[in-house]
């Protein structure tokens, strides 16, 4: 079957098993529609790159069946590599050729020879902003500059299905915001399919159309970010007490607008609010805390986040699920550490007292 | 031209580039086989004079031979290590998806091993003229030796890719080295297999190297023999190797790279 | 073992250079056990080294064993004349020993850190060297044993396999000192990987195979009486096949003093630069 319309994903029972390992990816099926960007969302080791490598024929699956822009993965692996590019989350890059020639080879292993591999490489050095280091050996880039090639190497031959496997770790936030562009403009413009996996939430949050969510090897949430967030439904609220009694007192005054949750926050207690017609507002829970005469020192109200519905589904916050790899970008990058929950509070944050 | 081959040519482009843009790849393997031939040319001239030594040449040419089938065959093995450097810098995935057929890489790499082999044969003969090589054979005959020394160069880089698509780490170097020393110093490097004796002897005679290091002395000084043993040889070397060397790309595929 | 070597965080870790006391035959002790024991936990390393000359002596000496039918070949087994060859393989082993394992600690710094200790940065290169040395010594020991269970005579006696081994030691002592500058030096192991076709060029355009009286191709006597490791091989070689040989011992030694007294002061030199930069 030739279906060159399609560039679309389509999973089903995937399975990857490593040989005297659990399952690292666990029947997921998902639906990725051409023109979208489809954000995998996920900790470390939840099974995301493994998802990835087998869709872009790295890896042979164990069961299931899969296919991307109509090739089945198992069976026409090499159509489908005509069809798609990939940046994984390793950068495959050889220190000893320069952007130029890496551009140049890729070009010619997909058959662009000639002038057209010539100006497809200086295209796209444009559009990474390599231009001026293009004739440099990859051996002396950055770190960022290694991750922007990478990608130009996986558009060198106009893929109609694109895989970044967390493109932007390690990028500084200039460089991730261009990179953001890029990749809305090749959905936007080109119709390319876009299937990045991340594990900074802003990044799902802001870039995805639609984020599905995997924790040990299995889907857990999947549909648009506000959707998702819809399904947490009301906000939270952080209130951090001005001493131990109050906070012994608190939730007892709390309890009346929701339910009560450990706060991220410490010292403090949260209660997520009822949704609905008797959804409290802060000046409410104030005014209560203040008839029971305790004494606070700061109340904050969340909006719910990515992390809430990872936090929700699997009872473990998306920060704290993987090891600390996460905390390895740039400093200050999405959903690295502690600033996830800093871009949440930038964001949502309402304090009042 | 089909895909498969313009994929190859791109790698062995990417291989003949590296080698000579890199001093640390391109010395080796234009130094070794120089030292080797002049150590052993220039040394060992006596042993041309051993009682039972029938060869109508000098020793510069007989050990010419074992020179030219030693560049072509480690040349194959340096080709290894850059499989396995490529595996361990990742650039071996980007190559893996970049590909539609991966076997285009080995193809690749054949034909950069073979390329790359052609010229250091050449320098090789260069160096053994000015050290006295005497070329007694026809054109034909002498054409004959070079396809023959050359085609080791397409087994050593198979019997290499082989165990690197497989192990896909310099560390494990030797072990792909090792045998391949063995096979061509077990063969008759320094005197007529007549003049071995014991275990070595028995060795070397079903030495499929051996056939094709006496078939290219033969041709080199106009006296071909049993050349057909010699192509036998290649020819089950080169089928066996193949299967080693495909199979090993399918291992690569299997550990995703 | 002191705490020094139990609790490292060093590179490889095995010691801790805050920990180690301030004497510095004990500093390089420590520092030798570490790069020993470096050397030793990666058989893929070292294990070619010992192999690849045991494997050439074996084919090489049956393979050769007609050349000693040449009027006035000093031996009557070929594998008592090359079995000097496995000495000298441990010496340039010894080389890409003591320089590996210094570029190493260059790259990962603990070189730059043993600057805020107690520990003096020559005592590292000492340790790296003598490391070395001992790993060459124990495959020289096993070469020697080698020989005299295959039945090699050494003709100089027992007294002869002891000096036999002492050269065996300097040898790997003046080429271990080489690598160490060269490493200390550039600080890269590209740079020590590029003199080995320069090591192996000596050692094979050397009497190695042939006694220089036995060589036709004069060109190549020329080079094998400019090439140093001539001498150190005919040095060693004169304990085994011929006896003692003062004159063939004084060439051996001569050369030895001069090289090592280069790789010193070399390794002197490039280190007092790294250690003003650090």
Redesign the interface.
């Known amino acids: 079957m030739t279906t060159s319309e399609n560039n679309g994903i389509e999973v089903r029972g995937l399975v990857k098993q490593f040989k005297k390992g659990p399952k690292a990816v666990d029947g997921i099926d998902l639906d990725v529609a051409p023109g979208e960007i489809y954000g995998f969302l996920g900790p470390n080791g939840a099974g995301k790159s493994t998802t990835v490598n087998m869709l872009v024929t790295l890896l042979p699956i164990t069961a299931g069946r899969a296919t991307v822009a109509g090739w089945d993965v198992a069976t026409q692996g090499a159509d489908v590599r005509k069809a798609i590019g990939a940046a994984l989350q390793a950068v495959a890059l050889d220190n000893f050729l320069t952007g130029r020639e890496h551009l140049r080879l890729i070009a010619s292993l997909q058959g662009i020879t000639g002038s057209r591999a010539d100006a497809r490489a200086t295209d796209l050095l444009h559009r990474v902003g390599l231009e001026e280091a293009a004739d440099r050996k990859v051996g002396g880039y950055s770190g960022g500059m290694k991750r922007r090639l990478d990608l130009a190497l996986a558009l060198v031959h106009e893929p109609r299905v694109l895989f970044l496997d967390e493109p932007t770790t390690g990028l500084d936030p200039q460089s991730r915001t261009a990179l953001w562009e890029e990749v809305r403009r090749l959905a936007r413009e080109d119709g390319v399919t876009v299937f990045l996996t991340t594990q900074y939430l802003e990044e799902a949050d802001v870039l995805a159309d639609r984020v599905g969510i995997i924790d040990r090897g299995v889907i857990v949430a999947e549909g648009t970010p506000a959707e998702l967030k819809a399904e947490i439904g009301a906000p939270t609220v952080e209130v951090v007490p001005t001493s131990d009694s109050d906070r012994a007192a608190l939730p007892a005054v709390l309890a009346q607008f929701g339910e009560c949750l450990a706060a991220a926050q410490p010292g403090a207690v949260a209660v997520r609010l009822r949704g609905g017609s008797d959804r409290a507002s802060l000046v409410t829970i104030v005014r209560a805390i203040d008839d029971g005469g305790l004494k606070i020192d700061e109340i904050r109200q969340h909006e719910p986040t990515l992390d809430d519905v990872f936090l929700a589904k699997t009872g473990r916050s998306l920060e704290g699920a993987g090891d600390d790899e996460a905390t390895e970008g740039a400093p200050g990058a999405p959903g690295s550490g502690s600033a996830s929950a800093a871009t949440a509070d930038d964001r949502d944050a309402e304090p009042v007292a | 031209m089909s895909t498969t081959f313009r994929a190859a040519r791109a790698i062995a482009w990417r291989h003949l580039y590296k080698w000579i843009s890199v001093p640390a790849n391109f010395m080796p393997t234009f130094i070794f086989p120089l030292i080797f031939f002049t150590g052993f040319a220039g040394a060992l001239g006596r042993v041309g004079e051993i009682p039972g030594f029938d060869y109508p040449a000098n020793y510069t040419t007989w050990i010419f031979v074992f020179s030219l089938l030693q560049t072509c065959l480690f040349g194959g093995l340096a080709t290894g290590f850059t499989i396995a450097g490529d595996f361990q810098s990742g650039f071996a995935r980007r190559l893996m998806l970049a590909v539609a057929d991966r076997n285009a890489i080995l193809y690749g790499y054949m034909l950069s091993t073979f390329l790359r082999a052609a010229l250091m044969s050449g320098i090789v003969t260069g160096v053994a003229f000015i050290a006295g090589l005497e070329m007694l054979g026809s054109v034909g005959e002498i054409v004959g030796m070079y396809l023959l020394s050359l085609s080791l160069s397409l087994i050593g880089t198979m019997w290499a890719a082989g165990v690197m698509f497989r192990a896909r780490d310099p560390q494990l170097g030797p072990a792909m080295q090792i045998p391949m020393f063995i096979a061509i110093f077990l063969a008759p490097v320094y005197v007529p297999l007549a003049l071995l004796s014991g275990w070595l002897h028995a060795v070397a005679r079903v030495n499929p190297v051996s056939h094709i290091m006496g078939a290219g002395r033969g041709l080199l000084v106009g006296q071909p023999d049993d050349i057909g043993l010699a192509l036998v040889s290649v020819a089950v070397l080169f089928a066996l190797l193949a299967v080693w060397a495909i199979t090993g790309v399918r291992s690569a595929e299997r550990a995703g790279g | 073992m002191t705490s020094a070597t139990a609790t490292a965080p060093a590179p490889q870790g095995v010691v801790n250079p805050h920990a180690v006391g301030t004497s510095l035959p004990h500093q390089v002790l420590l520092l030798a056990r570490r790069s020993i024991r470096g050397a030793l936990s ?1 058989p ?2 070292y ?2 080294g010992i ?2 000359p045991l ?2 002596l074996t ?2 000496s ?6 000693t ?2 009027p006035g070949f000093p031996a009557d087994r070929f594998l008592d004349f090359i079995i000097v060859i496995t000495f000298m393989q441990a010496a340039l082993f010894a080389t890409s020993s003591a320089g590996l394992g210094l570029v190493r600690d260059i790259e990962s710094g603990f070189l730059d850190r043993l600057a805020l200790t107690p520990m003096r940065a020559g005592a590292l290169v000492v340790a790296q060297i003598s490391g070395a040395i001992v790993i060459a010594m124990g495959a020289s020991l096993l070469y020697v044993t080698i020989g005299l269970v295959t039945g090699v005579d050494f003709h100089a006696g027992f007294l002869g396999v002891l000096a036999l081994l002492g050269l065996a030691a300097w040898t790997a002592l003046a080429f271990a000192t080489i690598g160490a500058w060269i490493a200390l030096r550039s600080g890269e192991s ?1 740079a020590l ?2 003199i ?2 320069l090591l ?2 000596s050692l ?2 050397s ?4 006694p220089r009286e ?4 004069d ?2 006597a020329a ?2 009486r400019v090439n140093p490791v001539s001498y150190m091989i005919d040095g060693m070689r004169s304990l085994i096949i011929t006896g003692w040989v003062p004159r063939m011992l004084l060439e051996d030694v001569l050369v030895l003093v001069v090289i090592t007294a280069i790789g010193v002061s070399g390794c002197a030199r490039a280190l007092r630069r790294r250690m003003a930069k650090a």
Not at chain 3, 207 to 210: F, K
Request: no cysteine; proline share 5%.
């Open positions: 990666s893929a390393g294990m070619p192999v690849m494997m050439l084919i090489n049956s393979a050769m064993q007609r050349s039918s040449i590209e990987q590029g080995f076709p192996f060029a094979f355009l009497t190695l195979n042939m036995l060589i036709q191709a060109w190549f080079i094998t």
